[in-house]
């Protein structure tokens, strides 16, 4: 497989809220967003969703490249090294220029089966689909792996 163009498609659902309430060891914050996080560039935030929104979809231009192991999913939001490859949704609370982020969920491409991850490399999508509430009720963080989060390949139409 040369290099090949993949889209990663994240369809979010189950968004906590505008507020996320302190707890112990926690201060709690308030007009909260989420979105993807650029490599090397925690500031810059692709396309913010505000945290009482129904969903969110988020589509990231990438590059597939074969290795021995599998596929291996390059592009400006896609973080860490080969066979630990991830996107960051990052927590921001405020608004305007002064936002502050207080959390982050690591989706880990990772863990896309090898067979989801060629089928996706055929098609030309990779589809991510997750709620973004933990079992607490606040904004999801930590290692992202499946089941809590399904992955697929898709086919790349309008609007994808």
């Not at 497989?1 to 809220?17: F, Q, Y």
């Not at 860490?80 to 880990?108: D, E, H, N, Q």
């Not at 989801?116 to 490399?121: D, G, I």
């Amino acid at each position: 497989m040369a290099n090949t163009s993949v889209r990663i498609r994240i369809e979010a659902t189950d968004l906590p809220g505008r507020s996320c309430p302190a707890a112990p060891g926690f201060p709690g914050y308030d007009d909260i967003h989420v979105a993807v996080q650029r490599r090397g560039r925690p500031e810059e935030l692709l396309e913010p969703v505000a945290g009482d929104a129904a969903g969110a979809v988020w589509t990231l231009e990438c590059t597939a490249k074969a290795l021995p192991a599998g596929v291996d999913l390059l592009g400006p939001y896609v973080q860490g090294g080969p066979g630990a490859r991830f996107v960051y949704l990052s927590w921001v609370a405020g608004g305007g220029g002064g936002r502050t982020m207080f959390r982050r969920a690591k989706l880990m491409l990772a863990a896309v089966e090898r067979d989801t991850a060629e089928a996706a490399v055929r098609s030309g999508l990779l589809v991510a689909r997750l709620g973004l509430t933990d079992a607490e009720g606040q904004p999801l963080c930590a290692a992202v792996r499946p089941p809590s989060v399904v992955w697929s390949a898709g086919a790349a139409g309008p609007g994808a």
